[in-house]
């Protein structure tokens, strides 16, 4: 059997045998010249190099499948991943209650089934609270942990390939809980969002939890006044303000480590309006500031590494920290190009962001609307929009530091799936497998920009 893991999360145990039925299937349905080669059978037992080989042929072969377009987003391929995690986690099929939080506190409580993915979820949240059909798409279910002074570490943004209540309930932590939360960036789009009462009481909660926990910066004046609309409850014109606050829409991520502008600083990294934006304490205990648009970011990758077994002393037996990494080469300047790093267990998230505002771009550029941006259910199986699946991949890329490994934009959908044999691997060593992404919103710097 295999572990496999989607964006370094254990997500499902397989078997050769029901990986072949996948590929089986998907030549059924899209033919053998779309479906890429298969590891073939063997007759006698596999020597254990020849167990690591099956692994490796096996891992590419699903990377293959999930980064093409067509077959990545089958209902095939998603319903495939969704029936192993329900297995693997041992969960039968029966109707739960599963309780989303709201960004005030509140817990919104929906009857679904165990097997119930993604989008039936948000469907029935957003039925409970009566938001519109063609609202439902400006939100999104995430994962989150919650902190010890009240807030929320984003773990990551739930898939389509996944069960959300198996997801979460799989983890044994009452901490970790779904949360209901705007899923765009561009704040023009929060015009759609307010014209129905439900979005606008949505979007007015996240902006005040926002507020309350530090995420969007305020001064005394503006703090005034904001009370004074929320005495009011005068919720577009409190939003309306906020608006006009440095780090509105942003999302913000724990405190972590960079090696910019040195190694070992601690960070504390934002994400919103299509950057990356740097608080950086320097080891003079200096606060800098700064920000990487993402249009200037040329490429990006998430890796994993676990550190050696023999670890120093002192620290626990048997335990491996596993170290995410997410690191982007930058045009700093017209002829420069530089790799940033940052370490952090929220590298998957962070990427996840990255991904989402490259994608809203470039929907914006060939000019279809945010509302056609996302998913809608074409007899019973969930589709992307034309406007998503003309986003083009980019030709490969080639790194300028010739000690790198070359870059290839693998995929437009955010997940690099790797598989590890259970029977001869620790469970620390599972995590997935570098994935790159280059970038399609890349643009050049001209002189007038310097």
């Known amino acids: 059997a295999y572990n496999i893991h989607v964006n370094g999360v254990l997500h499902c145990r397989v078997r050769y045998s029901q990986l072949l039925g996948l590929h089986e299937q998907l030549r059924k349905e899209y033919g053998a010249n779309v479906v890429p080669a298969f590891p073939p059978k063997k007759i006698f037992t596999l020597t254990p190099a020849e167990v690591e080989q099956r692994r490796e042929q096996l891992e590419k072969y699903m990377q293959a499948v999930r980064q093409d377009p067509t077959l990545g987003g089958s209902e095939t391929f998603n319903s495939f991943l969704r029936k192993a995690q329900q297995e693997t986690q041992q969960i039968p099929t029966e109707e739960v209650v599963l309780e989303v939080l709201l960004s005030n506190g509140q817990k919104v409580k929906v009857t679904i089934l165990t097997s119930d993915q993604t989008e039936d979820v948000l469907e029935a949240v957003a039925s409970k609270l009566d938001l519109p059909d063609d609202l439902v798409g400006y939100f999104s279910l995430f994962l989150v942990r919650e902190t010890k002074d009240g807030a929320f570490s984003f773990v990551r943004k739930l898939q389509e390939f996944e069960l959300p209540y198996v997801s979460v309930t799989s983890l044994h932590n009452p901490e970790f809980q779904v949360i209901l939360r705007k899923s765009y960036w561009d704040s023009a789009y929060d015009d759609d969002v307010m014209e129905h009462r439900v979005g606008l009481n949505l979007l007015y909660a996240q902006t005040v939890s926002d507020i309350e926990h530090g995420w969007i910066l305020v001064n005394k004046e503006q703090h005034r006044q ?200 620790s469970s620390a060593n599972d995590v997935g497998a570098n994935d790159f992404h280059g970038n399609y919103a890349f643009e050049g710097i001209g002189d007038e920009d310097l």
């Open 226 to 425: 904001l009370k004074s609309l929320q005495e009011k409850v005068s919720k577009k014109e409190f939003i309306r303000l906020a608006q006009t606050l440095k780090y509105y829409g942003y999302l913000k991520f724990d405190p972590c480590v960079t090696d910019f502008p040195e190694k070992g600083c601690h960070v504390v990294v934002s994400a919103g309006n299509n950057e990356l934006n740097f608080q950086v304490r320097l080891p003079n205990e200096q606060i800098k500031e700064g920000s990487f648009k993402v249009t200037r970011m040329r490429c990006w990758r998430v890796t994993s590494s676990v550190p050696m077994s023999n670890s120093p002393s002192g620290s626990s037996p048997g335990k491996s920290e596993v170290k995410l990494e997410l690191a982007f080469e930058y045009l700093m300047s017209k002829d420069r190009l530089q790799w940033v790093t940052i370490t952090s267990p929220q590298a998957i998230m962070l990427s996840i962001c990255l991904q989402s505002m490259v994608d809203e771009l470039m929907v914006k550029k060939s000019g279809g609307s945010i509302r056609k941006m996302f998913r809608r259910r074409v007899n019973g199986a969930l589709r992307r929009s034309d406007s998503q699946q003309a986003v083009k991949s980019p030709p490969l890329l080639d790194s300028p530091d010739a000690s790198r490994e070359p870059m290839a934009k693998l995929s437009s959908k955010l997940t690099s799936v790797s598989l590890r044999g259970i029977s001869h691997s």
